[in-house]
């Protein structure tokens, strides 16, 4: 079965930029979307087909795909950006999430 | 405003059913596929299954494939997840996600809402 491979943890110091990686066979092939989830809350939509942001997403919030590698970028990372993130991807008619990365900021 | 309100969770034994609702409201249910995922407590989250806007196009995870079944009513704007032969494992809190663009099941626009979620805790 497809799977999503997310680094388990990510340090930031507040304004500076986070990247969270999530690899793939032939990733760059699909669409990637990535979810914020903060503890006991759902999880919140912050890119979709890979680059795109749904509308109240803040601009610093980017994402890339290519190749085996789907990135998103947190730019001027912010504490309230402290959070799990998992990618999410579909294949062979599922849906495949990372196990997600918890962004420590401090 | 969008919403998606789950219930019927709750504490059962190994080996019995119980069954899900998610009713949404704010958009054009009828338009729109919908999934069911889980999250373990302390764990990631896990895709269960989608069903197409018109209902007639199911998918489902590997491990609850012959035991869960999703369902619409779209008359209810309302979706089902029927779970059968509960296992330990099933303990999660169970979200309904709807898609990010319509007509569309695979997940391309993302899960744009999510309802709050429903705790199943399957324990003897």
């Known amino acids: 079965s497809y799977e999503l491979t997310q680094t388990p943890s990510v340090s930031v110091s507040p304004g500076q930029t986070a990247s969270i990686t999530c690899s793939g066979d032939?990733?760059?092939?699909?669409?990637v979307s990535w979810y914020q989830q903060k503890p006991g809350q759902s999880p919140v939509l912050v890119i979709y087909?890979?680059?795109k942001r749904p509308s109240g997403i803040p601009e610093r919030f980017s994402g890339s795909n290519s190749g085996t590698t789907a990135t998103l970028t947190i730019s001027g990372t912010q504490a309230m950006d402290e959070a799990d993130y998992y990618c999410?991807?579909?294949?062979?008619?599922?849906?495949?999430f990372g196990g997600g990365t918890k962004l420590t900021v401090l | 405003q969008v919403q998606l309100v789950e219930s019927g969770g709750g504490v059962v034994q190994p080996g019995r059913s119980l069954r899900l609702s998610c009713a949404a409201s704010?958009?054009?249910?009828?338009?729109?596929?919908i999934h069911w995922v889980r999250q373990a407590p302390g764990k990631g989250l896990e895709w269960v299954a989608v069903?197409?806007?018109?209902?007639?196009?199911?998918f489902y995870a590997d491990s609850v494939k012959g035991r869960f079944t999703i369902a619409r009513d779209n008359s209810k704007n309302t979706l089902y997840l029927q779970m059968n032969s509960l296992r330990v494992e099933d303990t999660a809190v169970y979200y309904c996600?709807?898609?990010?663009?319509?007509?569309?099941?695979?997940?391309?626009?993302?899960?744009?809402?999510w309802g709050q979620g429903t705790l199943v805790t399957v324990s003897s």
């Open positions: 996600a709807k898609e990010g663009i319509t007509y569309y099941y695979d997940s391309s626009g993302g899960f744009d809402h």
């Open positions: 704010g958009f054009n249910f009828t338009t729109y596929a």
């Open positions: 069903i197409s806007y018109a209902g007639n196009n199911k």
């Open positions: 032939i990733l760059g092939d699909k669409y």
């Open positions: 087909q890979d680059l």
């Open positions: 999410q991807a579909w294949d062979r008619s599922s849906v495949v």
